[in-house]
Structures are given as structure tokens and as C-alpha cells.
């Protein structure tokens, strides 16, 4: 039989705070029936019906307060899932919607994820065969490119899910796919930033028709794993395997080392943005592909000039800021939104940190017509009346995002002509790239007042001022607005007024992907470091994103927080 069993990450937990079932310290220390209370204190009659009531006599208090019971499972029942067919063959590319969990952490689960007090109880049910009694599992492969590394194989993570609720059932544990910062290895996604997706190996029913399975993975085929792959997706899909193979042959507590590669994973997630940013506002071209640049390219960058390269996509940059009562973060208060259309840049040199584009920059500061009364004033200073690019608006909340569609969804303009299918009068939405200071949490309240920009369609990427000044700083701590606008030397005045946070957002975004492209130019050419401890460093931390052979990949959308439940 199998179950999936789950406490979290053992190197976050100490065994001694872990509960085990059975036992009082499933109470909280303060609660007075759990001091008063116990099975001594109950009659034989209320012992019968406590335990008919499905709690164990530990949870008499339970019954004494008449909490809610919750039903078992059973382990049986839960067994007999079947699986829909794939409707694949062998070779055949995963669903681009899918999300995975690596073979070898399904293996290792216990040994990684699962204090000592419940280890020995599960280590059973994670045998090979004991992951095959009465169960099937869906198996995907992927090479490494290049292929040193061993295909991996993949399962579903939905089926790995529910091996946990069988073995939470039969154990009566609450074992779950880890929380915080190793769950993304459970849930990995492929296909995104140019990354090749598994390809479906077959249907596994027994640990022999695993192993036969496990044989017959096709040999790693240039054309079809890595030539259709972007440079970048491979550096990606190349760093999934180092980052997942560290992780499974880690030490169980090594904390330090999971918090390097977490940072080394973003690092480099950091430097590839501001690539695209550079290539969206015309000051980098791609290395390959069939948007040919419109010039060569040039040794240094002339701010005094128009860009040397058409924006690519002619995307159009929106920045948003949210602000909500410092009392209840559920009530928005401010909506700042402000616009820059890269059709109007192609003709306007940048200048110095590219403020000659900051004029063409178009703004709007919205006040939320139902909460204008609550006023930020403990732990920030709220200034909703001092919009400093036009006139703020009252508008109701439910209209609110109605408008965030119709600029961000329906984003139409009249020189969008060119961009219409033959035959096909109505205008296309126009690409929209969303700039955010702190881009989670100002998503999150997006997804608050009604707007979800994760179902946008023509928003093909998200840019966050906060992670790109944290790339060209090399540092991992965060830095306010203020410190950036400051460090670029771009004035300002009446922060925490949404309508003006979003267009110094997006003045800081132009500015650091200015500063950045005349720094790249500036380094070709000239010799190498000759420090080569801190050159690896750098590299080793994820510092460097390729130079100038590197132009930052295919546009990465927005990408939704991860389920906590199965799919």
C-alpha cells in the first residue's frame, strides 16, 4: 500500500516540536479544559461514545467541548483511484499546465522531509515496491543538457499527493508536500522561459514494469531536446538538475546550503529580467532568432541618441502600486497606475539614466471611493491628496477592476494596425509588460480588489524594480524605493501616494536598465578579471547571466502562487 505522508522541512523543525498523534501536545499549552480534562475524568459511558465518535482518548477534552469530529479515511477507499489516461505515447511532450515532482524526492521524502519520531513508521511505504503495491504512477523523463547528468524521471504531483493522503490515513499522520522554500522542487512547471517539458515515458503498475520502463528511456536527441531549446532555457533546465540533485544527496539539516541555491536560483532569475527589460526598451537586441537587430551592435551606448534597436514586441509598460490601511490589509485604499508606450520612445534619445523618457510617461492616481476615509499614518506617512502627476479620481470599488481590464486586458491603440491578422479588422490587445515594486505583494492585492493578472493574456512578463536593483547591487537584502530613486539619482517627493509610487516605479525601472546596458558595454572589450577566485565566485552564486552572449531569455508570465492542495 501506498501513502504520502508530510511534516515539512526537518531542518526548519526540531523533533522535539514535532506532535505526534495520540499525544497531549496536540493541545495548546493555555487551553483549560486540556488541563482539566482527560479520559480519568469521563464515565465508561462518555468513554464509549468519545471513542465511537472516532477520538482517541487523548481527545476527550474534545468530546467534553463538543468540537467537531472528523471523519477517518478509509486507507482502502482512498486505494482505489484510477488514474484517467495520459492519451500520450512514448516521446510524447508533458501538458504545458502540468506540475511535477522529481523521482528521486518521491524515494527520499522520508529521509529528507520526515522527523525521527515518525521516520521509521513511514520509511516502509517508500520502498520501490512498496510505492507500486495497488498503485500506478504516470512516468516523464528529462535529459540535462548537455547530457552529463542521468535522465531524471518525473511523476505528477497530484499522484504524489495522493500517496500522502493514503499513508496519512493508514498512519493517521498529516504528512504533506513541504511548505516554504522547498516546495517548488515538488511542483516544478516546465515550458516557460523556453525550458523543454518532459516527455511522457510510460505507465508504470509494479516495481518491475518501473525498472523495465526506467530502461527504455530514449537516448538524449540533439535536435529534439536541446536545438529547440533557447540558450536560456537551458541554463535554466540546467540549473532545475543541479539545484534538485544538491537537494536530494543533501544532509538532512543543512540549511545553509538549500539557502544557496535558493539565492543562485534567483540570481539569476534577476539578471535575465533586466535583459528582456533592455531588449523591450530597444537597448539590446536578441542573440539569435528572427528579430534581427536594426543595427550592429554598438560598442558603448550613446544616451544623446535614439536606441540603436526597435523595442522588441513594441510592448507597453504599466506600473502599478497599491496602497492598503495599515489597520486591515484587505481594504485597499490607493490605486496608482502609470503607462510609458514603447512606440513613443523610438524617436527620443534616452538621455542621462533615461529621463528624457520619463516625460512620456502617462499617470493616474486612484482613490477608492468607499475607503477615501482611512489614512495611513502609523507606519508609514499617507499622502492620498498629493499626487504629484495630475488630478487623483474617486471611483467605486467595484469599478475598479473594470478599468484595470480595459488598460491592461484591452490595451488598444490606433497604431496597432500593423499588428491586425489579414482579413481581420478588429484590433489585437497589445502586448503589456507590469512593473512593480515588490511584485508579490502588490499582486497579491491586485488579486484582492478583483483584478487577476494572471489570467491576462497579453501580459507576457512581470518586472520588479526591487529585484532588479538587488541584481546590480549583488545584494540579498531588499531596498526600498526611496534608496533606488535616490542611488539614480531621480528626484522625488510624496512617496506612499500610490499614483506617484508607480510612476517613480517605472522611472527607476527605466533608469537601472540604463545604467545596467552602459555597464555591460563598457566591460566588452576590456580584459577579464584576473581575480579568479571572485569571478567564480560570482558565477557560483549566480551573479552573472551569460554577458553579452545572453540576452535574457523568452518573456517569463506571471506566475500564480503555488497550490497548497492536489490537483
Not at 558565477?539 to 497548497?564: A, F, H, I, N, Q
Request: include cysteine; charged fraction near 25%; hydrophobic fraction near 35%.
Amino acid at each position: 500500500m501506498n501513502s504520502h505522508l508530510s511534516e515539512g522541512p526537518p531542518s526548519e523543525s526540531r523533533d522535539e516540536d514535532m506532535i505526534t498523534p495520540g499525544t497531549n501536545a496536540e493541545w495548546d499549552s493555555d487551553d483549560s479544559a486540556g488541563l482539566l480534562f482527560n479520559v480519568n475524568k469521563l464515565t465508561k459511558v462518555e468513554r464509549v461514545q468519545a471513542e465511537a465518535r472516532g477520538y482517541k482518548l487523548s481527545k476527550a477534552r474534545a468530546f467534553a467541548s463538543d468540537e467537531p469530529v472528523v471523519p477517518k479515511k478509509d486507507p482502502r477507499e482512498l486505494e482505489k483511484v484510477d488514474w484517467k489516461e495520459t492519451g500520450l505515447t512514448m516521446g510524447d511532450l508533458s501538458p504545458e499546465t502540468e506540475e511535477f515532482v522529481p523521482w528521486p524526492l518521491v524515494q527520499g521524502y522520508v529521509e529528507r522531509f520526515v522527523g525521527k519520531r515518525n521516520s521509521s513508521r513511514a520509511a516502509p511505504y517508500f520502498t520501490l515496491e512498496a510505492l507500486h503495491e495497488n498503485r500506478v504512477w504516470d512516468l516523464y523523463y528529462l535529459h540535462s543538457p548537455p547530457p552529463k547528468i542521468r535522465p531524471m524521471l518525473f511523476v505528477p504531483t497530484y499522484q504524489f499527493e495522493h500517496l500522502l493522503e493514503v499513508i496519512n490515513a493508514e498512519l493517521e499522520v498529516s504528512f504533506t508536500i513541504p511548505p516554504g522554500k522547498n516546495q517548488w522542487a515538488f511542483r516544478l512547471r516546465f515550458g516557460f522561459g523556453g525550458t523543454p517539458r518532459p516527455r511522457f515515458l510510460g505507465r508504470s503498475t509494479s516495481a518491475d514494469s518501473f525498472r523495465d520502463l526506467r530502461n527504455q528511456i530514449p537516448p538524449f536527441n540533439f535536435d529534439d531536446d536541446l536545438n529547440k531549446a533557447t540558450k536560456e532555457g537551458q541554463q535554466y533546465q540546467h540549473d532545475i538538475f543541479y539545484t534538485i540533485n544538491s537537494l536530494i544527496h543533501m544532509k538532512k539539516g543543512s540549511k545553509s546550503d538549500k539557502n544557496r541555491l535558493k539565492w543562485t536560483y534567483a540570481h539569476r532569475s534577476w539578471g535575465r529580467s533586466i535583459k528582456r527589460v533592455q531588449r523591450y526598451l530597444g537597448l539590446r537586441c536578441k542573440v539569435s532568432g528572427d528579430d534581427a537587430p536594426l543595427s550592429e551592435m554598438p560598442p558603448s551606448l550613446s544616451l544623446e541618441k535614439v536606441i540603436p534597436y526597435e523595442p522588441e514586441g513594441l510592448p507597453v509598460f504599466i506600473a502599478i502600486d497599491l496602497e492598503a490601511w495599515e489597520r486591515n490589509n484587505n481594504l485597499i485604499t490607493e490605486v496608482g497606475i502609470a503607462v510609458l508606450d514603447t512606440q513613443r520612445i523610438r524617436t527620443v534619445p534616452p538621455g542621462r539614466n533615461g529621463k528624457n523618457w520619463f516625460d512620456l510617461i502617462s499617470a493616474r492616481h486612484i482613490r477608492v471611493k468607499e475607503n477615501a476615509w482611512a489614512r495611513n499614518e502609523r507606519f508609514v506617512l499617507g499622502c492620498p491628496d498629493r499626487f504629484n502627476f495630475g488630478l487623483s479620481e474617486l471611483i467605486k470599488r467595484n469599478d475598479i477592476p473594470l478599468l484595470l481590464r480595459s488598460m491592461i486586458d484591452e490595451n488598444l491603440s490606433k497604431k496597432d494596425k500593423d499588428m491586425v491578422s489579414e482579413g481581420d479588422d478588429t484590433p489585437k490587445p497589445r502586448s503589456v509588460v507590469l512593473v512593480f515594486h515588490e511584485a508579490s505583494s502588490d499582486l497579491k492585492l491586485l488579486l484582492k480588489i478583483g483584478y487577476n493578472a494572471y489570467t491576462a493574456e497579453n501580459v507576457i512578463d512581470v518586472v520588479d524594480t526591487r529585484e532588479m536593483y538587488q541584481c546590480l547591487t549583488r545584494s540579498n537584502d531588499s531596498s526600498s524605493l526611496a534608496s533606488i530613486l535616490t542611488d539614480c539619482n531621480i528626484d522625488y517627493c510624496w512617496l506612499h501616494n500610490a499614483g506617484n509610487d508607480a510612476v517613480y516605479t517605472l522611472q527607476a525601472m527605466i533608469a537601472l536598465s540604463v545604467k545596467a546596458r552602459t555597464a555591460s558595454l563598457e566591460r566588452v572589450g576590456k580584459p577579464k578579471a584576473t581575480h579568479v577566485p571572485f569571478a567564480e565566485f560570482q558565477e557560483k552564486e549566480g551573479w552573472t547571466s551569460g554577458g553579452e552572449d545572453s540576452d535574457g531569455g523568452d518573456p517569463v508570465k506571471p506566475m500564480p502562487p503555488l497550490s497548497t492542495s492536489p490537483v
